[in-house]
């Protein structure tokens, strides 16, 4: 019997595909590798990965085109690797169904942690809407009695608020694009302007976090998004 997860490795450039593989099949994964876009799609069906690692520059196919393709057909979680030249195609890979994104150059440990989120995302569902309370070094949400507490002190938060706090708790651990935000919680014809979202998040910072400044609760992803820590 075997219950390791399998993990598919898109990426053409070699130091990096032996690098991610040495340290996933360290970590008990087992890792497929692909080299191109059109290998990683054929693989796909017979190997049945738990995870796909994709690097979004590669030789072939457009990393976003891959996407896309395996997108048609499935939800399996998808981390994209991202140099620092694509920093545009990160956020439409997330806009377009990629479940969390890794920048180059990156260590061991972020390249696990993001692995492990998509992993634990993709077997409870998303979002974690079974979920009732949220709780994260001394930030505690009850989603259905709308209340959020830090160290035991109420904290009052206006209803976008409450809301944009909520969204990312469900996600934690992810990183959500600012357009995927708006879209939630104004609708999808909702005018794409970050100003708005900077305006709740320093409200929300000051009320939540000891030192707005250097938050621990909600971090920003620069050009990108939000991100809810997690444990
Ligand atoms: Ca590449």
């Known amino acids: 019997m ?9 990426e053409d450039e070699e130091s990096i595909s032996n690098f991610i593989s040495t340290t ?24 049945c990965p738990d995870v796909i690692l994709l690097d979004l520059g590669l030789p ?13 057909w499935s939800n399996i979680p998808i981390v994209v690797v991202s140099a620092r030249t694509e920093e545009a195609d990160k956020v439409s890979a997330l806009d377009l ?8 150059p990156f260590g061991t440990s972020e390249l696990l942690a ?12 998303l979002p974690n809407a079974a979920q ?10 009850n989603f259905d009695k709308r209340q959020v507490t830090v160290d035991g002190k109420d904290v009052h938060l206006t209803q976008i ?3 944009l706090v909520s969204l990312l708790a469900k996600s934690a651990g992810r990183v959500l694009t600012y357009d995927s935000i708006i ?23 000051r009320k939540l976090e000891k030192n707005p400044a250097q938050p621990q609760y909600i971090f920003t992803e620069v050009g990108v998004g939000y991100r809810m820590a997690e444990e």
């Open 114 to 125: 993001r692995i492990r989120t998509a992993l634990r995302h993709s077997i409870k569902g």
């Open 161 to 163: 608020e409450f809301k």
């Open 60 to 72: 072939d196919l457009d990393g976003i085109e891959v996407l896309q393709k395996i997108r048609e």
């Open 97 to 104: 169904g990629a479940d969390d994104y890794i920048a180059k």
């Open 183 to 205: 879209t939630e919680l104004w609708g999808p014809y909702a005018v794409k302007d970050n100003q708005i979202l900077r305006v709740n998040m320093a409200n929300i910072r």
């Open 2 to 10: 075997n219950n390791k997860v399998k993990i598919l490795v898109v």
């Open 24 to 47: 996933l099949k360290a970590n008990e994964y087992i890792v497929v590798t692909a080299r191109t876009g059109k290998e990683a799609l054929s693989m796909i069906p017979s190997h």
């Open 132 to 141: 009732d309370v949220f709780e994260l070094r001394g930030l505690k949400i």
